[in-house]
């Protein structure tokens, strides 16, 4: 897709009008007091949804939490605290634990947190690139736990039914930037490359275990088990700038639009009936495609050998084990 198309985006053709009532759904945002998670949660809630709100501590949820029940009085929705640092792989289970004590089931899985350029060289407290960290391995183990939950979700609709995703906030992948770019910004673009090359493996891999364990399913059994979904949410006025140089910034500051449009891309990719596996969403909810050095890194270049898609989430389950 061009990048003037996605610059420069038309008018939302999906959102809250477009949805009735989620009061039996259950969501998770990583990332959700502030910004366009933020925002999502609270189109969410005035819909009556569960609504789990992704945060680093109990604090910030509860000023977060607060600010949306006030604004949405009419709501009949919940909210409800995931607390961990995605800077910190070791929170991470704990939390998957506490919620999988509360819920029985998980509709979407946004994976809606991210870092964006950092000061160069920073880690996280496991000793990864903070981009790598947050935007790739933290969301690998997140969905790697919470999977198993979905997945039975999915197994008991007793018809066709695509509802149950997990949706990979990348970014507008047809940037490249030169090594040594702007304050990590390269990192930064790798870091989002792999979010999208994780999305769709994880998707191939649902599919064949799919195939694999219905392989002629009748017509009572849901052949769509867990959609994985990518998307670029848009170019935003969020508080992941502030690691921004200052030229950048301002351009920012005149160009970009405020945070709920990149949530109605998000919703479209989450809820929208016509999203199919491994889908790309571009603003502010369209499909869109990749450029073709990410569409043949999810290829094998030669026989014998695993496509990039395929290694970097080997790599990642790697490191992510220890923290199982």
């Known amino acids: 897709m061009s990048t003037y198309t996605q610059l420069f985006p038309?008018?939302?053709?999906?959102?809250?009008?477009?949805?009735?009532?989620?009061?039996?759904?259950?969501y998770l945002i990583t990332g959700a007091t502030?910004?366009?998670?933020?925002?999502l949660a609270k189109t969410l809630y005035t819909l009556h949804a569960t609504v789990y709100i992704g945060s680093r501590s109990l604090s910030s949820y509860?000023?977060?939490?607060?600010?949306?029940?006030?604004?949405?009085?009419?709501?009949?929705?919940?909210?409800?605290?995931?607390i961990a640092d995605?800077?910190?792989?070791?929170?991470?289970?704990?939390?998957?634990d506490a919620f999988l004590k509360e819920e029985y089931r998980l509709d979407v899985l946004f994976l809606n947190a991210g870092v964006m350029t950092p000061p160069a060289g920073s880690k996280t407290e496991n000793g990864f690139d903070v981009e790598l960290g947050i935007n790739c391995l933290a969301p690998f183990l997140l969905t790697t736990l919470l999977l198993p939950l979905m997945q039975n979700v999915a197994s008991h609709f007793c018809h066709p039914n695509a509802s149950i995703r997990v949706v990979w906030?990348?970014?507008?992948l047809n940037l490249r930037t030169p090594t040594g770019g702007l304050s990590g910004m390269e990192h930064y673009m790798q870091s989002k490359a792999g979010a999208y090359l994780l999305a769709h493996e994880f998707g191939q891999?649902?599919?064949?275990?799919?195939?694999?364990?219905?392989?002629?399913?009748?017509k009572s059994q849901n052949p769509h088990?867990?959609?994985?979904?990518?998307?670029?949410?848009?170019?935003?006025?969020?508080?992941?700038?502030?690691?921004?140089?200052?030229?950048?910034?301002g351009l920012m500051g005149t160009v970009f639009k405020g945070p709920k449009y990149g949530a109605y891309t998000e919703l479209y990719a989450g809820l929208a009936p016509d999203v199919h596996q491994s889908d790309f969403i571009i603003p502010w909810g369209r499909k869109g495609g990749v450029p073709d050095h990410l569409s043949a890194s999810t290829k094998v270049a030669e026989e014998g050998l695993k496509s990039v898609s395929a290694r970097f989430y080997d790599w990642c389950e790697e490191q992510v084990r220890p923290f199982m």
Request: one cysteine or more.
């Open 10 to 26: 038309p008018a939302p053709s999906f959102t809250e009008k477009n949805l009735l009532d989620l009061s039996s759904k259950v």
């Open 34 to 39: 502030s910004g366009i998670g933020l925002a």
């Open 62 to 82: 509860t000023t977060a939490a607060k600010t949306l029940t006030s604004s949405c009085p009419d709501s009949k929705g919940t909210f409800k605290p995931f």
């Open 169 to 172: 906030v990348s970014s507008m």
């Open 205 to 218: 891999r649902s599919s064949q275990a799919q195939k694999t364990s219905s392989p002629s399913p009748s």
């Open 225 to 249: 088990g867990v959609l994985h979904v990518s998307l670029n949410p848009g170019f935003l006025k969020t508080n992941l700038q502030r690691h921004a140089p200052p030229p950048m910034r």
């Open 86 to 96: 995605l800077a910190d792989l070791k929170t991470i289970k704990p939390a998957v």
